[in-house]
């Protein structure tokens, strides 16, 4: 079965998903028994040059062109952003239209809004790109944990804030100088603030804690703190307790049920799985009743394995449509908790106080309450 | 939609899902859409105890009633070995009934065959439960990774010979102390010979690689090596040189584009992501050409980790039922490699060799090719 493809948006995750669908055409029809065929592609910048063998005449700058093809079963959104990508997946679903994204901003925001017009359309809305790359992650947490309660969900889901954390280590840098090396290295943006202020890393928390914990979060309940005052001094103290710093997504489920949200630096002993995920590597583990705990680990980001999970959304999709099956992942999102206010969080704190005015504690420069 | 489950087997892992889908069925009821219901329950020891709360009037050692209870909508076969497992599988599957099993010897045996029957019967068969207890693994690979071409597969997949050697690492012990302590905590059987001799570990990668690699593979056709032969003084000179010793199933594709398969203890640098995979853990790696390296991690065995594998499989099953797709997930097995002959690996060994009858030589122990 032939199903067709419409794409908005060209940019990295674009060209990976049109090079990685192409490279990898036999297999993926061979596996999933659908031949997936890319029959339009709209982008702001039709005429500009691309890194990958793509067939330039699919190209327009015209999206209604895509929304408006009868014969376009899916719909893959990858031009990021709120506006106008809500307005164009809306519209797919509207058409009848399944559609796929790895827009985590769109759906950290208006994700219910968005599964809800896909359950009246009666289409499959897939997301699995939109944290973690390539990571398996929504699709583990939806489908092969599915028997199970999760109590907590914990990870490093920013690889920007990750490398210029992993650099401030391995160097002893601070990081004003590690973001300027990263920001020429393609690392980070010019301007960085979704990432070190961890903007980034909440809107892919309320992804995953929204799946993991049954409802709908928005990004702004999530108690959040950026890298930006993390010092070199921070670091080496940590290390020096035995801990590293890490930018931390964290939901879990506290002592009184209620769920608590939140993303900031956090010291994690040097054991902790997570201490050893470095670089622009992201990884998630969770703690299920059923199963314990889980982890995840891989690329976060980058054309091809965003590509990898958009690929992987694509041929679920189809395998719906051959069997007639659209909307089968179904069952609806209900709160299973009360979301925890942000001044109940009960929590252990490292502070580093500057005491140099008085002389009779010169030399101390912190305070670690007790872990 | 409610889905009648018939349970065959009710030992550790048919337990453990009795439980967990008591514990948490308006869980799973919510989030699928689908009510999942233990209608008949058939084991060799019906008037056992058990360690679980279970309607004893669903038990008995009839497994024909099972087989043949028309209301019944899934068989979910956890009696675990070949025979009478395939037989009872393979009448299910010819009463139109779809199965869950978690049996990796089975599926290792006679995948190929039963997955045939499946399709003639256009039914579902799942088997998540059957490699890396409640990992994802199966549905990450098959699903989530569909738009790769895996080039590599390494896994730590026997919890047994990992409690083993993690404890002859830590505590210097010899092999066979360490066996006796893993048999009398319960972690390795009375005839260990499934786990220590690499058996089981040859059919978790059979398992995997034929789904990697696109073709039923032939657990015989694995190169075989357990860790009986691993001494203390093995896992002291590798420390020395910077690695440890694990039980390893690899599958890669050699660079004349053929595919090798192989278990057997390995050397790893100690800063490798599957090092640090200790005690009864297991965690695989696979590199895929559009993902690049990603990683899954967990408790590789036990009732309820098994458990969470098993409920997950009867959710994608009941949701193919309700929406009338069974068989779904189709998409035919046919060779993408060829195998490698086991003669023809190319690899890098580490050889200890006791040179105490030459003198000049005395202390010398051993000889390390170069990596």
Chains 1, 2 share one sequence.
Not at 140 to 150: D, F, M, T, Y
Not at 159 to 170: E, R, S, V
Not at 351 to 358: F, G, I, K, T
Request: charge should be neutral; charged fraction near 25%.
């Amino acid at each position: 079965m032939q199903i067709n493809i419409g794409i908005l948006g060209l940019g990295t995750v674009g060209c990976g998903t049109v090079e990685v669908l192409r490279r990898n055409a036999a297999l993926v029809a061979k596996r999933s028994g659908c031949e997936l065929r890319v029959t339009r592609i709209a982008t702001r910048t039709p005429h500009k040059p691309r890194p990958v063998e793509v067939d330039r005449s699919l190209i327009s700058g015209d999206v209604e062109a895509v929304l408006r093809d009868p014969d376009i079963h899916i719909v893959a959104e990858l031009i990021g952003g709120v506006e106008p990508a809500r307005d164009y997946v809306l519209r797919a679903l509207a058409a009848g239209k399944s559609v796929v994204t790895a827009n985590k901003e769109l759906i950290a925001k208006h994700g219910g809004e968005i599964e809800e017009a896909a359950a009246r359309a009666g289409v499959d809305f897939r997301f699995e790109g939109s944290v973690g790359g390539g990571i398996p992650l929504v699709a583990p947490l939806r489908e092969s944990l599915i028997g199970n309660r999760v109590t907590q969900l914990m990870g490093i889901l920013n690889g920007t804030t990750n490398y210029i954390l992993t650099k401030m280590t391995q160097g002893g840098a601070d990081f004003d100088d590690v973001l300027r090396e990263a920001q020429s290295l393609g690392y980070a943006e010019a301007d960085p603030t979704a990432d070190v202020d961890g903007f980034d890393t909440t809107y892919k928390l309320a992804i995953l804690a929204g799946i993991a914990f049954g409802a709908p979060v928005s990004p702004d309940s999530i108690a959040r703190e950026g890298i930006r005052g993390v010092g070199a001094r921070d670091i080496e103290y940590a290390r020096e307790m035995g801990f590293v710093i890490k930018l931390i997504a964290l939901g879990r489920q506290a002592e009184d049920g209620e769920i608590e949200l939140r993303v900031h630096p956090a010291l994690l002993p040097q054991g902790h799985p997570l201490a050893s995920v470095n670089d622009v590597f992201n990884s998630v583990l969770m703690h299920g009743d059923a199963v314990g705990d889980v982890m995840f680990y891989g690329r976060g980001a980058g054309g091809e394995p965003t590509a990898s999970a958009v690929v992987a959304d694509l041929v679920e999709v189809a395998r719906d449509l051959r069997c007639g099956a659209a909307g089968r992942g179904g069952g609806r999102r209900r709160a299973e908790f009360a979301w925890k206010d942000l001044a109940a969080f009960v929590t252990r704190l490292c502070v580093r106080v500057p005491v140099a005015d008085r002389p009779r504690n010169a030399g101390a420069h912190r305070r670690c309450f007790r872990r």
